[in-house]
């Protein structure tokens, strides 16, 4: 069965600090991975994704991934955190039933302190 | 770029009424809609397909006559929620493929929908 864990319900960070959330997956066959992020009462912003080729993937405000098929893993990174960075990141595989459905994983609240 | 526009951002209803959750594809055509359903501190999780035409498919424990899907065109899909409960207060957010079909490509999210059944 396809699944997706994030194991960490809360990250705390201070500001100007690395940061990075955890993600890992299984699926069969090869993976189609996704980092979204969600402010409070708003919907789910693109981040970045791994389809293929290189296993850094860089994507919007200064977020990065790196997938790695040996641990299963694409964890969410970023060199420097800022305060506005704050909000619940969810990692997503796309379902193998459909292109476009995505399984979720349950998300990742980021708190980054001044 | 195609933007998935989704309304009402805030809904609060009397229990026992309907409320409708539109979602449009703007600048493309979207056949079919996902629609997802947040509960707090939850992740998303699948409800139903809509597709533009057909019948909708809703994943298993999903009460067909309570939550209504009609696809009426190709850049309109609406949920409607019949005879609200307190229980069903969430978060619903609707998505759609990209214009094309490319198979490399993310989906789209609408903003969601804050839904408060009193």
């Known amino acids: 069965a396809q699944s997706v864990a994030q194991p960490e319900d809360q990250v705390n960070v201070a500001e100007g600090n690395p940061l990075t959330v955890k993600c890992t997956y299984s699926?069969?066959?090869?993976?189609?991975l996704f980092w979204y992020v969600q402010y409070p009462n708003r919907g789910l912003q693109f981040l970045l994704k791994y389809i293929t080729g290189d296993n850094l993937v860089k994507g919007s405000y200064g977020f990065e991934a790196e997938f790695n098929k040996s641990q299963t893993s694409f964890h969410l990174k970023k060199p420097s955190a800022l305060v506005s960075d704050s909000a619940l990141y969810f990692c997503?595989?796309?379902?193998?039933?459909?292109?476009?459905?995505?399984?979720w994983g349950a998300g990742t609240k980021l708190i980054i302190k001044p | 770029g195609a933007v998935v526009s989704q309304h009402p951002s805030w809904v609060i209803c009397k229990s026992g009424t309907s409320v409708k959750i539109e979602c449009r594809s703007l600048d493309f055509q979207a056949t079919t809609m996902f629609w997802y359903r947040q509960f707090p501190k939850q992740s998303l999780m699948l409800m139903a397909t809509?597709?533009?035409?057909?019948?909708?498919?809703?994943e298993q424990g999903v009460e067909k006559d309570k939550f209504l899907i009609n696809h009426a065109s190709l850049t309109l899909s609406t949920l409607t929620v019949t005879s609200a409960h307190p229980e069903d207060s969430s978060f619903y957010i609707c998505?759609?493929?990209?214009?094309?079909?490319?198979?490399?490509?993310?989906?789209?999210f609408g903003q969601g929908t804050r839904l408060t059944v009193v």
């Open positions: 998505s759609a493929p990209p214009p094309g079909g490319l198979a490399n490509t993310e989906a789209f």
């Open positions: 809509s597709n533009e035409g057909s019948k909708a498919t809703y």
């Open positions: 699926v069969s066959g090869n993976p189609y």
């Open positions: 997503a595989v796309r379902d193998i039933r459909s292109n476009y459905q995505l399984i």
